[in-house]
């Protein structure tokens, strides 16, 4: 169980580690960045250490492409722009409603069968999130709207949508079609990458930093900018892409999906304690009254599975 919360405390840091970068590059740089970076890494091993598993079919081509355009590309540039006018908790938090979309996915694509229980946390669990919605910061109100959603609370909700879909995609190749995960990742992390940087070219312009005012450590303000933008990226990309990935995989062999999915919920009350820690931000009334009730509607909905556990 300690593991467990390592993993969603490992998790919730990358929201924070995620908003420390923005203060020195532009979102999409990073998310190219991020992605070729892990692509690499992650291809590389495949290649040097797993290579009996390295394959590529032309037939699953389509899974590749909608994989790397839906979850690497679309899904983390949304992420990083609505970082831009959230906090990492409430991102972190609304994050935590995948398994509801993942669920409509399921009922919608795949055929499968919702019961009344299942149906009743997956409302409940849905509308928790009315409080910490409407709960917004300077930088979501002064954002255009559409009816109370914010822009960054769309982007926001749009990248959560399009990674869900995206793992819906990778467990086809996985699990149906016998892919190494390292090797799906790091097939379609490349491709978001590459996607990324033509995106960061046309909009952002040419690769740059944020340039702070004093530099620290006896660097120039240029010099520190970089340092501090590449411990960054390398402490995300570590985390995220190394320690949690394989940490994960590892309690998947003690711990069932569901499980796992359920705790989950830690994820958002560690996000909120390094709110406190590195920003100074509290975390409104409104956070801990959604994670009650979303927490209500994972227990309804996943209530006959985890009386199993």
Sequence with gaps: MLLLLLLNALWASTFTIGKLILEYMPPILFVAVRMLAAGVILLGYQYLLRRDQWRFERKDWSFFAQITIFFMYI?????????????????CLLFNSSPFFMALFAYFLLGDRLTFKQWAGLCIGMLGFAPIIMNQTAEEAFSFH??????????????VVTSTYGWILIKKLVVDRGYSSVMVMGVTMLGGGILSLATSLFIEGAPHLYIPLYGEYGLSPEQYAVVM???YTALLVLIAHI????LQSHLMKYYSVTFITFTGFTSPLFAALLDWIVFGIIAPAAFFITILLVILGLYLFYQDELSIN
């Excluded at 559409?146 to 990248?159: A, D, K, Q, T, V």
């Excluded at 320690?243 to 394989?246: G, P």
């Design 75 to 91: 899904a983390f540039i949304t992420e990083f722009l609505a970082l831009q006018g959230v906090t990492a908790a409430k991102a």
């Design 146 to 159: 559409f009816g109370f959603l914010s822009l960054p609370e769309m982007l926001l909700l749009l990248s």
């Design 229 to 231: 933008a590449a411990v």
């Design 243 to 246: 320690v949690c990935f394989n």
